[in-house]
């Protein structure tokens, strides 16, 4: 049995590698359509043509109520390889977000506007907070309100 500091050690150990731990890894699998889109704005977002987006900037959820996957990406979850590390959509403040709802197979877009997404709760229902560019930050509620930008 070890000692309680060689305990101690392999504990902090351990917490170390999970904060090294890739969660997104642990995701459901994305659709080809998610696939195909993420690449897409990872070439128009990055200098490079290379980078990945992470977990806050990649939302699979049901938008519009009909059971199946739509899409939000939002370029602040884009991390870019090279010399610039952020996308070349987002300014000083606010991103380039983009909504796709699914039509069969495809993912087609439905909106785009610049923000940044402070925050999202899935259910009962989807909703995003979502800084906006007059200062305020506005709840979307996707189901209701549509457009992010009707409410």
Not at 2 to 10: E, F, G, N, S, T
Not at 45 to 73: M, T, W, Y
Not at 94 to 111: A, E, H, N, P, S
Request: net charge positive.
């Amino acid at each position: 049995m070890p000692d309680k500091a060689a305990r101690a050690l392999i504990i902090c150990m351990m917490a170390g590698l999970l904060a090294l731990v890739d969660r997104s890894a642990f995701a459901a699998p994305r659709s080809k359509a998610t696939l195909y889109l993420l690449n897409q704005q990872i070439e128009a977002g990055c200098e490079s043509g290379a980078g990945r987006f992470h977990h806050q900037g990649v939302f699979e959820v049901d938008l519009n109520g009909d059971g199946k996957l739509d899409l939000v990406l939002s370029h602040q979850g884009l991390h870019c390889k090279g010399r610039l590390e952020r996308s070349s959509l987002c300014g000083a403040q606010f991103c380039t977000i983009l909504v796709y709802y699914r039509r069969g197979q495809l993912l087609k877009k439905q909106d785009e506007f610049l923000g940044y997404i402070l925050s999202f709760r899935p259910s009962p229902e989807p909703v995003f907070d979502i800084a906006e560019m007059n200062g305020r930050v506005a709840q979307w509620h996707p189901r209701s309100d549509g457009s992010p930008w009707l409410h």
